[in-house]
């Protein structure tokens, strides 16, 4: 049984930086592209970053530069690297992984992803 379990998620201020990071259970990172999305309150689920199997990154444009995703092969762990944090940041960050390998670079697309954790709180305020 796949399980995806995220942490790092937390309350920080405007201009900080966390870092997320996420655990799989029945399943090898490095085989499969990973996703990150996130969901404020009231909006649809975006996509905020991913990586692919053989380790290209991928980002929301409006993430570029702020926002960093690798990969530990060896922990089998995915993070996301969130820095100068802003307080539209906030929201519940999920990291995603596919079933079965694809092609393409359709990364942002949610139906790419089989399985998701349950999602770590992220609150960016002062």
């Known amino acids: 049984q796949v399980q995806l379990v995220e942490s790092g998620g937390g309350v920080v201020q405007p201009g900080g930086s966390l870092r997320l990071s996420c655990a799989a259970s029945?399943?090898?990172?490095?085989?499969?592209?990973t996703g990150w999305f996130r969901q404020a309150p009231g909006k649809e689920r975006e996509f905020v970053a991913a990586?692919?199997?053989?380790?290209?990154?991928y980002y929301a444009d409006s993430l570029k530069g702020r926002f960093t995703v690798d990969r530990d092969n060896a922990k089998n762990t995915v993070s996301l690297q969130m820095n100068l944090l802003k307080p539209e940041d906030t929201a519940v960050y999920y990291c995603?992984?596919?079933?079965?390998?694809?092609?393409?670079?359709?990364?942002?697309?949610?139906?790419?992803?089989?399985?998701w954790g349950q999602g770590t709180q992220v609150t960016v305020s002062s």
């Open positions: 995603a992984s596919e079933r079965f390998p694809e092609l393409g670079r359709n990364y942002a697309y949610t139906g790419r992803y089989a399985y």
């Open positions: 029945g399943l090898t990172f490095s085989r499969y592209a």
């Open positions: 990586i692919s199997r053989s380790g290209a990154m």
